[in-house]
């Protein structure tokens, strides 16, 4: 499965965002600046985390972008989820009509031993993700805490 370069933008946000020296918020134009990334895609990421509760923003002068929630209840199917959406990974377009008309009924048994494969395996995945948060992949770096502001600046 191939998903969207955003969730790994999203990811490194977020963790930009959790190292940020006293919480202060952050122009997505400087994370843009840290991640080398495109300022107009990096504003559509954040957005959709926004979105979905996992940052909160503030256009004002001094405002910006800030963690919404604390990072340990953060994970990351939260920020998979909030860029790819919860549609289900397999989508079918019922082709097997087209394909197999001999016994429809003994067909669709068994295609719906391959569409509840494709369930189980999507349903581990996101159980997978879900077990992660923010806060573990942090936990040896508690205290280092960056002025991201002042790395722009340099």
Same mark, same amino acid.
């Given at each position: 499965?191939?998903?969207?370069?955003?969730?790994?933008?999203? #990811?490194?946000?977020?963790?930009?965002?959790?190292?940020?020296?006293?919480?202060?918020?952050?122009?997505?134009?400087?994370?843009?600046?840290?991640?080398?990334?495109?300022?107009?895609?990096?504003?559509?990421?954040?957005?959709?985390?926004?979105?979905?509760? #996992?940052?909160?923003?503030?256009?004002?002068?001094?405002?910006?972008?800030?963690?919404?929630?604390?990072?340990?209840? #953060?994970?990351?199917?939260?920020?998979?989820?909030?860029?790819?959406?919860?549609?289900?990974?397999?989508?079918?377009?019922?082709?097997?009509?087209?394909?197999?008309?001999?016994?429809?009924?003994?067909?669709?048994?068994?295609?719906?031993?391959?569409?509840?494969?494709?369930?189980?395996?999507?349903?581990?995945?996101?159980?997978?993700?879900?077990?992660?948060? #923010?806060?573990?992949?942090?936990?040896?770096?508690?205290?280092?805490?960056?002025?991201?502001?002042?790395?722009?600046?340099?």
């Amino acid at each position: 499965m191939k998903f969207k370069i955003g969730v790994e933008q999203a #990811i490194y946000v977020v963790v930009i965002l959790a190292r940020q020296k006293d919480q202060q918020p952050l122009k997505s134009k400087l994370l843009s600046q840290i991640l080398q990334v495109s300022d107009s895609y990096l504003h559509k990421i954040t957005h959709q985390l926004a979105v979905h509760g #996992i940052v909160a923003t503030d256009a004002s002068k001094t405002g910006g972008i800030t963690l919404a929630r604390p990072t340990s209840e #953060i994970s990351l199917l939260d920020i998979f989820t909030a860029i790819e959406g919860d549609e289900s990974f397999a989508s079918w377009n019922n082709l097997r009509d087209q394909v197999l008309r001999l016994d429809q009924a003994a067909f669709d048994q068994k295609f719906d031993q391959v569409s509840l494969q494709f369930e189980r395996a999507e349903a581990k995945y996101k159980e997978t993700l879900s077990r992660l948060s #923010i806060a573990d992949l942090l936990s040896d770096e508690a205290s280092a805490y960056v002025d991201w502001r002042t790395l722009a600046d340099k």
